[in-house]
């Protein structure tokens, strides 16, 4: 079954760096999304996309986030300037629509620590 | 808004007992509903969904859950557990932006 990859599993940077998480989505699928889950806390809705640009963004998706699709495999996360409280797993997750029969498909996440 | 509630974030039944699992939700429009779970040091995996075609949805794994707009309700349920469901579950609501519950984390007692 096709899955969604992410890359690093685990991302270790000083704070104030820059960093970048990737994710391969499913190939048939148009939709991507990123969402974080804080140590103990629930997962969060970061932000979708779909034909190139943001379709919606939460209040957490501020100026230091960005993503981008720059190949046709490839979708990206970068955080500016990491802060400490961006310590968290973040998932990339693919859907072929933005309906409901065709749910979101995760990937394993890549966890993120800032020092 | 929506939003979804899960209680209890710790549950644990014996090998072979009934799971139950709650979950309720608040939506202004009618929601589509989804439970998730995550097995360590893995991502969410689809349980089952929630369309309006069906109240009781059937699931992998034996899992089920029905939708009761009455009670606000989605709980997800197994008639006997297995020692492999140990795992946490998530409750989600949406389309385009998923909100999740706080998650329940599932233990089985030999």
């Known amino acids: 079954e096709p899955e969604v990859t992410q890359t690093p599993s685990h991302q270790v940077t000083q704070m104030g760096q820059e960093v970048i998480l990737r994710c391969v989505p499913i190939s048939n699928h148009l939709y991507f999304y990123w969402y974080r889950q804080i140590l103990g806390q629930k997962v969060e809705f970061l932000v979708s996309?779909?034909?190139?640009?943001?379709?919606?963004k939460s209040e957490i998706f501020d100026d230091q986030f960005s993503v981008e699709r720059p190949d046709g495999s490839n979708f990206t996360l970068k955080i500016r300037s990491t802060k400490l409280e961006d310590s968290a797993m973040y998932f990339c997750?693919?859907?072929?629509?933005?309906?409901?029969?065709?749910?979101?498909?995760f990937g394993d996440g890549t966890r993120l620590s800032i020092l | 808004a929506q939003s979804v509630t899960q209680l209890g974030s710790h549950v644990s039944v014996s090998e072979g007992a009934l799971v139950l699992l709650r979950c309720n939700y608040s939506s202004s429009v009618p929601p589509y509903l989804f439970w998730y779970v995550q097995y360590p040091n893995q991502g969410l995996q689809l349980l089952l969904k929630?369309?309006?075609?069906?109240?009781l949805v059937k699931g992998i794994n034996g899992f089920e859950a029905e939708f009761k707009k009455s009670e606000t309700s989605f709980h997800l349920t197994k008639p006997s557990a297995h020692m492999s469901d140990a795992a946490e579950y998530f409750c989600a609501l949406g389309n385009e932006k998923l909100t999740f519950g706080t998650g329940t984390r599932l233990t089985i007692i030999p």
């Open positions: 997750a693919s859907s072929e629509a933005m309906i409901s029969n065709q749910p979101q498909h």
């Open positions: 929630y369309t309006s075609a069906a109240t």
């Open positions: 996309f779909y034909n190139n640009e943001i379709s919606e």
